[in-house]
């Protein structure tokens, strides 16, 4: 076979360059996972790892490793998305559990003896592979039934669509460039601006209010605005000493709030399919799954079965953990893994942090007192969480492109492998390198604090643990209290939603369509969007807020301009959501950046 025939045959399956290993072949997965773990993952690890050192909280992976991952794939034309999806998201597992070694933090700051380094790579593995398999397993009700938003998983399957199909990138580049440059350009300034950093300007909260809209955003702020009236009242009945931001009780509260309103929909799924189970002739008969969605239900629950045990083997025997504890926080997970996932496919905001402490609190109201054990069993919701809601909004951004399941789960569990040992490298790394972060911040006075390295998530991890010496049953108060509140408000919601005498005045005129709207934005919002606003301070939820209203402007705007839309361009790309998910990836470069240019700085400094 002549040289042109080779060369017209291989660039027929979509490939721009005929160099490129062929799609689906060993070598195209061994190209695609050495990318994706060896390179963009360490580089995102190393962001996470310091911005979890020095602020406290760190920006998740997906959408720099979507964009940088989509320059690897654009040779494959239109079906490198695929590709980009599966170096996302390995990329983004490495740097999920890479920023969590702040975990080894909290150890040296509460004096506890440090477990040999692959003892703690193993748990770290162990939990991960844990939580992939929970995270997928709650797949069909989030991702499938549910189909929540996750903004950024809306992002980033908006950036790998546009930089893989040329048509596309014409129709979107301005918006999507316009957005990034926005987020890039204030997402720096609000670091070097000592004015903008004032108000806590963040881009990729706003970016994501610009994806859900106005009926999310603004009960975010809702929220913010009714916890902040309530301080006072808190502060009088010693929920909050005086100082206090609210936050620190209506975290409690919020995640009460979501168990409540999830107790509703999943008991209303699990009434649907025990009615179809049991009447099989009035089950509703609809088009097998593609094969790109198909999962192995049942490996996929003997994986979850076996990673549980290994946990409770290796926290056992590696590291003295007691068995009922770690049990206990297994358990813990199958409600934590739904109620997170929500947060986060709402709002784009997964409370892992919360979910450590309240599980902190609840082992301590069975008898908990040992902060080693504590931090132990609870290390298990920390990274469950993290990896499993990673894994769900890796789903959504699949589920938009079509990306097959299984083999994208086979990536992210490479990328948790890398990622376990990640971790504990750069935390040894960083604490061996700036004895700073060996201090315990919770015993010093702010002249004696290093401004550099504020570790606000360990500071919160920390102070929970030493409050198992000093119960407070007012916390678990807060958590009941929530989870009345949200049983009651999405109860009220579905009652009134799915009656089809509301739904018909919602569509027949505009006085049902804005009385909907002012319902859902004010007075029955939806208990996932409220609840956003007791995890961030007001300015924050404010962005969000601000965000979502931009969004319904646009759309509103859009609409009553007759122009008709493109069908070539998927539903989901709206300008609202192609500019909100550029700001979302401008303000990820700029994290990138200023956590490299802050690393770097500081090694020349030190």
Not at 187 to 202: H, V
Not at 367 to 373: A, D, N
Not at 439 to 456: E, G, P, Y
Not at 487 to 507: C, I, T
Request: charged fraction near 15%.
């Amino acid at each position: 076979m002549n040289a042109p025939e080779t060369l017209g045959r291989e660039l027929a399956d979509g490939r721009r360059w005929s160099w490129l290993p062929v799609s689906d072949t060993w070598k195209y997965h061994v190209l695609l996972f050495f990318v994706g773990t060896l390179v963009l993952g360490p580089l995102g690890g190393v962001t996470a790892s310091y911005m979890n050192f020095s602020i406290g909280f760190f920006v998740g992976g997906q959408v720099l490793a979507g964009i940088l991952g989509s320059t690897i794939t654009y040779g494959y034309g239109i079906q490198g998305k695929h590709g980009a999806n599966y170096i996302q998201t390995t990329a983004a597992s490495v740097a999920g559990l890479s920023g969590l070694g702040v975990v080894i933090q909290a150890m040296v700051w509460l004096g506890l003896p440090q477990p040999p380094m692959l003892h703690l790579v193993l748990y770290f593995l162990c939990i991960g592979m844990f939580g992939a398999g929970v995270g997928m397993l709650y797949t069909p009700i989030l991702v499938d039934k549910m189909r929540l938003t996750y903004p950024s998983g809306l992002a980033v399957a908006n950036i790998l669509r546009a930089l893989t199909d040329k048509n596309l990138l014409r129709r979107s580049v301005a918006k999507l460039g316009g957005g990034g440059a926005l987020g890039l350009g204030l997402g720096i300034a609000a670091d070097k601006i000592a004015f903008l950093g004032r108000y806590d300007i963040n881009m990729s909260t706003l970016g994501a209010g610009m994806i859900v809209g106005a009926r999310i955003g603004i009960p975010a702020l809702m929220a913010g605005l009714i916890f902040s009236a309530l301080v006072p009242y808190f502060v009088s009945i010693g929920w909050l000493h005086e100082g206090d931001p609210f936050r620190k009780i209506s975290f409690l509260i919020s995640l009460g709030m979501i168990l409540g309103a999830a107790v509703v929909d999943v008991s209303l799924i699990t009434y649907r399919a025990w009615m179809n189970l049991m009447h099989p002739e009035l089950r509703e008969k609809g088009p097998e799954p593609e094969d790109w969605k198909r999962t192995n239900t049942t490996r996929l629950v003997a994986w979850v079965g076996f990673w549980a045990i290994c946990i409770v083997l290796v926290g056992h025997y590696l590291l003295d953990a007691p068995v009922f504890y770690l049990v206990f926080a297994i358990a813990l997970v199958f409600v934590f893994m739904i109620v997170n996932g929500i947060s986060q496919g709402i709002s784009d905001s997964n409370p892992i942090s919360s979910a450590f402490v309240v599980s902190v609190v609840l082992m301590a109201s069975i008898g908990l007192r040992q902060p080693i054990v504590g931090l132990i069993a609870a290390s298990v919701l920390l990274i469950s969480t993290s990896v499993g809601c990673d894994m769900q909004q890796d789903r959504s951004t699949g589920w938009r492109l079509g990306t097959n399941r299984i083999i994208q789960f086979r990536y992210q569990v490479g990328g948790i492998l890398v990622g376990a040992v990640m971790a504990v490298v750069f935390a040894q790394l960083f604490m061996a390198a700036y004895p700073a972060l060996l201090k315990d911040q919770t015993v010093l006075s702010a002249d004696q604090q290093d401004h550099r390295w504020n570790a606000a998530m360990t500071y919160k991890f920390v102070g929970a643990l030493r409050s198992l010496t000093d119960d407070k049953p007012y916390q678990r108060t807060a958590i009941w209290l929530g989870l009345g509140i949200g049983l009651l408000l999405e109860g009220v919601r579905k009652a009134l939603k799915s009656r089809r005498a509301y739904q018909d005045f919602v569509k027949r005129s505009r006085t049902g369509f804005a009385i909907d709207f002012v319902l859902d934005a004010f007075f029955l919002p939806s208990t996932y969007a409220f609840t956003f606003g007791g995890f961030v301070n007001i300015w924050t939820s404010g962005y969000f807020a601000a965000g979502g209203v931009i969004s319904s402007a646009m759309s509103t705007v859009e609409n009553r301009s007759g122009k008709v839309r493109d069908k070539d361009i998927p539903e989901d790309m709206s300008t609202a959501s192609l500019v909100g998910g550029g700001m979302i990836a401008g303000d990820a470069l700029a994290a990138l950046g200023l956590g490299v240019a802050g690393l770097v700085g500081t090694l020349i400094a030190s």
